[in-house]
Each structure stands twice: as structure tokens, then as C-alpha cells.
T-cell receptor, first 112, second 116 residues
Framework: AQSVTQPDIHITVSEGASLELRCNYS??????LFWYVQSPGQGLQLLLK??????LVQGIKGFEAEFKRSQSSFNLRKPSVHWSDAAEYFC??????????FGAGTRLTVKP | DSGVTQTPKHLITATGQRVTLRCSPR?????VYWYQQSLDQGLQFLIQ???????AKGNILERFSAQQFPDLHSELNLSSLELGDSALYFC???????????????FGPGTRLTVT
């Protein structure tokens, strides 16, 4: 069965430190991959997406993600975290029929 | 602002009641999706409509139903409500099929349903 795994439920980083959020997927074909961010009480905002081509994709708010087919991973990174980045981050995979499956999410806390 | 609107923002109702949640997709988007987000189940796909027709079904209970109208807005109907139905309900929309960006989904702000 297709699935998305985010191994880290909660991550705490200091402001200005680098960030990497992990995402692994299980899917039988080339997936379409997404990262979304959800601030408290808000909807989900699309950060970036991977469809094909260059495996390093740039998104909004200074985020980037790298698709590694050999590791079935699509990890999200940011070189320097800001306090406003504190939120919940969701990795998602789309199946052929637009059925989007989400990981359980990773909650990011940013220490001053 | 994603361009997807949902009403109401909050809804408090009693067990056994029926409610209707409304969603207006982004201008030009033909697909509408409904999701339920709860602490124990996470973000669960419920159902998808494309241009008025049901396209895909996820973990939607029989007590729940949805439809998409000719003007492309959608409604999610929840009936015989139970305490466990308390959750955030999100609507998302995506562009027409046949384009690569049709796989992107843009989410509304959600409706928080509390069943007492």
C-alpha cells in the first residue's frame, strides 16, 4: 500500500540553525511529492513540489527539498530557521487519480 | 490566502444533528477535495469531485455525503453526528485535469466542528 512516513513527530531547533525534516514514501511508481506547512488554526499552505526533472526543488520561505529515488525520500531543508517557521509540516504524495496521501506531520518548535 | 473559501469557520452542534459545510474553490479550479483532520487520525482524505462528478472516495463514512454544484462550489453534509466527528474539515481545490499543476491542491482555512 502506498504510504508516507514522517519519522519525527516533533523537532526543536534554535533560531538561526539549519533544519531538515524527513519524509519517506512507499509508492510503486514515480510519485508527485509535496511539502505543506500548517500554522496553528490555519489551513495548509503549499511550500514546494516535485514532479520530475531536477531533484533539488526550491520553494517559498527559503525552503528546499531533495528527491532521492534510491532512498525513497523527499526531505525538506532550510539553512537558517526563523521563529516564524514554527508550525506543523506535512509531506504528501499524490497517486495517479489525484488521491493525495499525507504523512502524520512533524511539529517544529523554534527556540529563541 | 489560497483563494479557497470555507464557511462557517466554527460550528458547534449536538450529537445526532446534521450540518452542512460549504466550500468555494479557487477561480477556475474544477476539482474539489474534502479532508478531515483530527488529533488521533491525522489528515484523512474524504472525497473528491471534478466538475460536478464524484471522482474518488477515501475514508468517508456513510453518514457523510458531499456534492459539487454547477457553479463548482461544494458542500459536505455530516449527519447523525457523533462526538468523534469533532475535527477540522478542510476543502482543497486543484486546476483542471490534463495539466501538471492539476496535482497541486490549495487548501481553504477549514471549518472547526465541535460536537457536544
Amino acid at each position: 500500500a502506498q504510504s508516507v512516513t514522517q519519522p519525527d513527530i516533533h523537532i526543536t531547533v534554535s533560531e538561526g540553525a539549519s533544519l531538515e525534516l524527513r519524509c519517506n514514501y512507499s509508492y510503486g511508481a514515480t510519485p508527485y511529492l509535496f511539502w505543506y506547512v500548517q500554522s496553528p488554526g490555519q489551513g495548509l499552505q503549499l511550500l514546494l513540489k516535485y514532479f520530475s526533472g531536477d531533484t533539488l526543488v526550491q520553494g517559498i520561505k527559503g525552503f528546499e527539498a531533495e528527491f532521492k529515488r534510491s532512498q525513497s525520500s523527499f526531505n525538506l531543508r532550510k539553512p537558517s530557521v526563523h521563529w516564524s517557521d514554527a508550525a506543523e509540516y506535512f509531506c504528501a504524495v499524490v497517486k495517479y487519480n489525484n488521491d493525495m496521501r499525507f504523512g502524520a506531520g512533524t511539529r517544529l518548535t523554534v527556540k529563541p | 490566502d489560497s483563494g479557497v473559501t470555507q464557511t462557517p469557520k466554527h460550528l458547534i452542534t449536538a450529537t445526532g444533528q446534521r450540518v452542512t459545510l460549504r466550500c468555494s474553490p479557487r477561480s477556475g479550479d474544477l476539482s474539489v477535495y474534502w479532508y478531515q483532520q483530527s488529533l488521533d487520525q491525522g489528515l484523512q482524505f474524504l472525497i473528491q469531485y471534478y466538475n460536478g462528478e464524484e471522482r474518488a472516495k477515501g475514508n468517508i463514512l456513510e453518514r457523510f455525503s458531499a456534492q459539487q454544484f454547477p457553479d463548482l462550489h461544494s458542500e459536505l453534509n455530516l449527519s447523525s453526528l457523533e462526538l468523534g466527528d469533532s475535527a477540522l474539515y478542510f476543502c482543497a481545490s486543484s486546476p483542471r485535469r490534463g495539466q501538471e499543476d492539476s496535482y497541486e491542491q490549495y487548501f481553504g482555512p477549514g471549518t472547526r466542528l465541535t460536537v457536544t
